[in-house]
T-cell receptor
Framework: NAGVTQTPKFQVLKTGQSMTLQCAQDMNHNSMYWYRQDPGMGLRLIYY???????DKGEVPNGYNVSRLNKREFSLRLESAAPSQTSVYFC???????????FGQGTRLTVV | SQQGEEDPQALSIQEGENATMNCSYKTSINNLQWYRQNSGRGLVHLILIRSNEREKHSGRLRVTLDTSKKSSSLLITASRAADTASYFCATDDSGTYKYIFGTGTRLKVLA
């Protein structure tokens, strides 16, 4: 049982490049989330999807877009990467509100 | 701004001592959850306390919740070096599926 799988694990981008971070869960969870974590900081919510077919902005959505491709997959896209987006990105999923979340191992993104 | 603010930001104790960390939040909640993160890895769920509960135990963990003060505390008793990690509280933003984390407490347990 893989849980939440994120790809890639590491990525270096040049300023202005675009990329998509992939996230898939195999727990039949309804809700999925993208967070970023800067060094020594907490997690900040970028976007979330309460259920298949819906997405909503979190605390720091600027510069990002998301797609809930199906119930399993939730991708995060950086259209034009900036050095300020250098961070560790975590995907999480959970059955629904008021339940525990399960996290992927993170994607370490560096924008130079 | 963060839904949850935690203090202290960092805590260093000797093995065997108790560690207490606090979380404050801003909105009405149905429950509050605590997570642990080892060195930049994914977070792992520790315990959930519902808004109608005041205290909950799980092994060496004790969580309290004071909804009138919008605060929670996590106590780790008889700490071990392996408890060294960052600890975060998380809450569901009232009426939405937003799931917001606090700023975290970095705990270091010295052997």
């Amino acid at each position: 049982n893989a849980g939440v799988t994120q790809t890639p694990k590491f990525q270096v981008l040049k300023t202005g490049q675009s990329m998509t971070l992939q996230c898939a869960q195999d727990m039949n969870h309804n809700s999925m989330y993208w967070y970023r974590q800067d060094p020594g900081m907490g997690l900040r919510l970028i976007y979330y999807s309460a259920s298949e077919g819906t997405t909503d902005k979190g605390e720091v959505p600027n510069g990002y877009n998301v797609s809930r491709l199906n119930k399993r997959e939730f991708s995060l896209r950086l259209e034009s990467a900036a050095p300020s987006q250098t961070s560790v990105y975590f995907c999480a999923s959970r059955r629904g509100a008021n339940t525990e979340a399960f996290f992927g191992q993170g994607t370490r993104l560096t924008v130079v | 701004s963060q839904q949850g603010e935690e203090d202290p930001q960092a805590l260093s104790i000797q093995e065997g001592e108790n560690a207490t960390m606090n979380c404050s939040y801003k909105t009405s909640i149905n429950n509050l959850q605590w997570y642990r993160q080892n060195s930049g890895r994914g977070l792992v769920h520790l315990i959930l306390i519902r808004s109608n509960e005041r205290e909950k135990h799980s092994g060496r963990l004790r969580v309290t919740l004071d909804t009138s003060k919008k605060s929670s505390s996590l106590l780790i008793t008889a700490s071990r070096a392996a408890d060294t990690a960052s600890y975060f509280c998380a809450t569901d933003d009232s009426g939405t599926y937003k799931y917001i984390f606090g700023t975290g407490t970095r705990l270091k347990v010295l052997a």
